[in-house]
């Protein structure tokens, strides 16, 4: 069913453009993290700097989403996302060119990663805010599902698109290809721009005392709407602490397979791969799915997150974490499609301002995790993932618990969103 409700969105030109761009992009994307985190480390042969060269990528995302809401709002257009697109492709195209071994090289890749982080934490809230008025109010829960999937696919045939252009090119060579990506995303988004401004000029053509006039709307604050809708507070928080505990598994799967189950390489691909496999079965099912309310759904999507996490850490044989690994997969896009639905339901600036906010959060969250679990994981893996595991199923449950008595206080439910519904 969700198969064919996304075959219907792709006959939709604007969806189909902007979903092939968005597939290439995730493409570029996991050739850019392959690219940063082997040439940091094959430069130093240290794993402290290649966090520290995860951190460098997240900084922007914190300042610009804690200081810079009026800075966010000023590329709210197709067209403005178009020129950081450029702005994004130079950069990486680039950095083959002044990229040499030793501490010079490593000062210009880490300079250029701030500068692709700064560029991409001012594209991405601006590309989810605009991305639902694409479609009608009825198919936005399937077009962010859409763009889901072009992540869900490539968790699948990333890392071996990845070994396969190896072959022919080098690491350091990945950045260029990922800029060809940002190029074609650029493309893509100055003809979303011309369609956007061609289908408003029709609509005022055909209906020009129901079209109002184009306003530059201010930048959102935050703490008002927030306030005004505590089920989205407690989701956003949530997601925080879905990030936070999220970094066990990225540095600590690994280690967790060898110490516990003997596992090498082998094992470990499989481990993603069953992950890959459950979010995009999972993917396919929320994408038109309406499962109830939005926040019970959310929580539950985490809570079982949370409960796979626990599993990890007692798992005693490699085909239980390969069933762990699908079912916290199934639970991935549940949490990611419902929570941008929900947010998706506010008017522009508002679900600009939010999406921002989410991004702030979590990232600030993700970059926490991987400072703090790697040391949790050395010191003993099994029960850093099964601490991780409470820890991220009791924050699931307090929100739906403390969401359901909210709901039932007239004075503190949320109040009707004013923009679309979903």
């Not at 100055?190 to 005392?209: I, K, Q």
């Not at 400072?371 to 991780?388: E, H, I, K, W, Y």
Request: charged residues 10%.
């Amino acid at each position: 069913m969700a198969r064919v409700g996304y075959l219907q969105l792709l006959r939709k030109r604007p969806v189909l453009v902007l979903w092939s761009s968005a597939a290439l992009s995730v493409l570029g994307d996991r050739l850019y993290g392959l690219a940063v985190m082997w040439v940091v480390y094959e430069s130093t042969q240290s794993a402290k700097w290649m966090g520290v060269a995860a951190v460098v990528e997240s900084i922007p995302y914190i300042l610009i989403g804690t200081f810079g809401r009026d800075l966010v709002a000023r590329f709210s257009t197709y067209r403005a996302l178009g020129w950081l697109d450029a702005g994004r492709a130079v950069a990486a195209c680039v950095l083959p060119v002044l990229w040499s071994p030793g501490g010079g090289g490593l000062a210009v890749l880490l300079a250029l990663v701030f500068v692709l982080g700064t560029l991409g934490a001012l594209f991405g809230p601006n590309l989810g805010a605009l991305v639902p008025d694409l479609v009608e109010p009825g198919k936005v829960r399937q077009v962010i599902g859409l763009l889901d999937l072009t992540t869900r696919i490539a968790a699948i045939a990333g890392p071996g698109a990845v070994g396969l252009i190896l072959l022919a090119v080098s690491e350091v060579q990945l950045f260029a290809l990922d800029g060809a990506t940002f190029a074609v995303s650029a493309v893509a988004m100055w003809w979303l721009h011309v369609h956007v401004r061609r289908t408003a000029r029709v609509a005022a053509a055909t209906s020009p005392a129901d079209t109002p006039p184009p306003v530059d709307a201010p930048a959102a604050a935050a703490w008002p709407v927030l306030r005004r809708h505590p089920d989205v507070t407690l989701g956003i928080g949530l997601h925080g602490v879905g990030f936070f505990v999220a970094a066990v598994s990225a540095v600590g799967l690994p280690a967790l397979l060898a110490v516990q189950l003997g596992q090498g390489a082998a094992g470990y691909g499989l481990a993603l791969a069953a992950v890959g496999a459950g979010a995009l079965v999972g993917n396919l099912l929320v994408g038109n799915l309406r499962l109830g309310h939005w926040l019970t759904v959310y929580c539950g999507a985490w809570a079982v997150a949370g409960l796979t996490l626990f599993g990890y850490g007692i798992a005693p044989s490699m085909p239980v974490v390969l069933a762990v690994g699908f079912i916290a997969g199934l639970a991935t896009p549940a949490a990611a499609v419902t929570l941008r639905t929900r947010l998706s339901e506010f008017g522009g600036p508002e679900r600009l301002r939010l999406i921002t906010v989410d991004q702030t959060v979590i990232r600030t969250a993700g970059t926490v995790g991987m400072l703090t679990f790697p040391m949790a994981v050395d010191a003993a893996p099994a029960t850093a993932f099964a601490g991780a595991g409470v820890l991220l199923l009791g924050a699931a449950v307090a929100a739906a618990v403390v969401g359901r008595r909210w709901a039932a206080v007239p004075e503190l439910a949320a109040e009707p969103v004013g923009g679309r519904a979903s």
